[in-house]
């Protein structure tokens, strides 16, 4: 059982990579590209969407073909994405190849988690898919700030192309999957979640919450790069500390499951947004906004265990369903965040942006206000 753990841990490492890397070397990438830092960050966006169609279009399809199936195609899609992003000649190349890299993770993304459900013993389904979803803090620990330091040495298109020969290693390791999340001929929609009550309330908590993530984290990059002066590999260290309180914050589920949701969810989000206001205040100091970074790190842990849970608990017989629209309404976020955060970040920097993300946070602490008491099990994943 190991192995298959490893190549799904591995493929959530990738993808995450992906949808995080712009942030740290977009200088970078603008300078080959002859484009602006507004513009090279229309490739999130356009990944954004690639990812939120795909989670309403294609992910169904694990229903007609099995989930180990879907999961090789969208492996081999996603390193010929990654590839033209490598290649890419101009910023409408790199575009089309990020949105290429958002279908294939939007339909490998819930194909994974069904796996990881899927290849479990039964009584440690949890502890299984709390393993598989341990690649998100790889991704952030190592992917991107490795992937920052790389780019110093080896430029950034190497860095694409490392993890499209990555993306197809693990197509080829994953040949023993390909059988795995038996098919019912049968393809369902996530947009049969939407008659769930309470859900439009929990997507909305989602979008302030993912809203305000990214608003915030793609000008990162910029910031220090462009406003502070410093280097790439600077830039990069900024997602490893924000990794290590994601990683860290796992120490702290355990309260969420005494507090239960509706007690912990407010002050978690209060929590999140004072993390925010102290990154604006000290947006200028880089070695405290590395330290902050881990506070913020931890907060967005707890809160996105706490949406997830929220969601998922709505109606246990459509968890697939509503962790469609989970997906569609995170990346339609991604997608919408460098539009949101350019306008702030054009005239006030980065703390214009964490501004934002500060209103967006605060805004979902009130929103929980209305949630009445209930006892959930926390438990997530970034998207």
């Not at 490998?108 to 013993?121: K, N």
């Amino acid at each position: 059982m190991r192995t298959p753990i490893l190549i799904l841990m591995s493929a959530i490492g990738v993808i995450g990579a992906n949808s995080l890397l712009l942030s740290p070397v977009v200088t970078a990438v603008s300078q080959t590209l002859n484009a602006t830092t507004a513009e090279v960050m229309r490739a999130a966006s356009a990944y954004g969407l690639g990812v939120a169609a795909a989670a309403l279009l294609l992910a169904p399809l694990a229903d007609r073909i099995g989930a180990g199936r879907l999961l090789r195609a969208a492996l081999l899609l996603l390193g010929a994405g990654l590839a033209a992003s490598a290649a890419a000649a101009d910023v409408r190349i790199l575009m089309a190849a990020q949105a290429v890299c958002g279908l294939a993770a939007g339909a490998a993304l819930p194909s994974i988690y069904t796996l990881a459900m899927v290849i479990a013993p039964k009584g440690r389904e949890a502890r299984v898919l709390g393993l598989v979803l341990s690649g998100w803090t790889v991704s952030l620990v190592l992917g991107v700030s490795v992937s920052a330091w790389a780019t110093d040495l080896a430029g950034w298109r190497a860095v694409y192309g490392t993890l499209a020969s990555v993306a197809l290693l693990l197509w080829a390791a994953s040949a023993s999957l390909r059988a795995a999340g038996s098919p019912s001929g049968q393809a369902t929609s996530p947009l049969t979640a939407l008659r769930v009550p309470g859900i439009v309330r929990g997507l909305l908590s989602t979008a302030l919450m993912m809203l305000g993530f990214y608003s915030s984290y793609f000008f990162t990059g910029a910031h220090i790069t462009e406003d502070l002066g410093l280097s790439i590999t600077q830039a990069g260290l900024l997602p490893l500390f924000y990794g290590i309180g994601f990683g860290l914050a796992v120490l702290l589920d355990p309260l969420l499951d005494r507090l239960g949701l509706a007690r912990a969810t407010p002050p978690v989000f209060l929590a999140v947004t004072a993390s925010y206001l102290l990154m604006m205040v000290w947006a200028d100091n880089y070695g405290l906004l590395l330290g902050l970074a881990v506070l913020w790190g931890i907060g967005q842990h707890l809160a996105l265990n706490l949406v997830v849970a929220r969601v998922t608990l709505l109606d246990p017989g459509q968890r697939g369903a509503i962790m469609g629209l989970f997906s569609t309404v995170t990346y339609l976020c991604v997608f919408a965040a460098p539009f949101t955060g350019a306008a702030a970040y054009a005239v006030w920097g980065l703390a214009g942006c964490l501004g934002v993300s500060a209103l967006l946070s605060a805004s979902a602490a009130l929103e929980a206000l209305g949630l009445k008491p209930a006892a959930p099990s926390a438990g997530g994943a970034p998207a």
